[in-house]
């Protein structure tokens, strides 16, 4: 069944691009945008290659045939990976399993402000420069704080956690880091250069 277009290799690749995007969009405020400038295109030259297999293997009578077969598992899997997307699951999985360690590491930042924290996994992140979150307004750090820079894929750390036991991120002194609100006293944020 696998061996019949559009046959295995391209089953592989297809399946890699997909856990690139689930990936990609596992981080703190991903960049949605992005993430489809990426999938569009390459999944134009994906289905352009599913459609000219399977034109081809209709023309000499070796399509697969019925509902669950091989041709049809590219389609499976986008839909999978839209509603994932759709739905954020990817950040929510992995922020999830991740969360308890994210906040041992933020405590342990908070208890000890001046210790420079070395970059290490944290739960499923890779996080590095670890400190309290300072106000912006009077540049003091905020006791019962951690910021949280995460780097991603690309070792990009533009994105990361905020902890704040008391008060709220100030977007509008920030100099360009966007905030969404996650749960409790956990928040996201994302370094927006046109901010």
């Not at 933020?106 to 070395?118: F, I, L, S």
């Not at 905020?142 to 994105?159: C, E, H, M, N, Y």
């Amino acid at each position: 069944m696998i061996n019949k277009p559009p046959g295995l290799p391209f089953l592989i690749v297809f399946s890699a691009a997909a856990t690139f995007l689930l990936i990609w969009a596992s981080y703190p405020s991903w960049y949605g945008f992005e993430t489809f400038k990426f999938g569009i295109p390459i999944g134009f030259v994906l289905f352009l290659y599913w459609t000219i297999r399977i034109t081809w293997a209709d023309h000499k009578a070796k399509a697969p045939a019925g509902l669950l077969n091989s041709a049809l598992m590219p389609w499976y899997i986008a839909i999978a990976v839209g509603l994932a997307l759709i739905t954020n699951a990817p950040f929510w999985i992995r922020y999830t399993i991740s969360e308890p360690s994210l906040r041992a590491y933020a405590t342990a930042v908070d208890q000890n402000p001046g210790r420079k924290e070395p970059c290490q996994w944290v739960g499923l992140y890779y996080v590095c420069d670890g400190r309290r979150y300072d106000d912006l307004l009077t540049g003091e750090e905020i006791p019962g704080s951690a910021r949280l820079v995460v780097r991603d894929l690309f070792q990009q750390d533009d994105k990361g956690f905020v902890w704040l036991t008391s008060g709220e991120p100030n977007e509008n002194a920030d100099g360009g880091d966007r905030y969404t609100h996650l749960e409790g006293y956990w928040y996201s944020y994302l370094y927006d250069s046109s901010w």
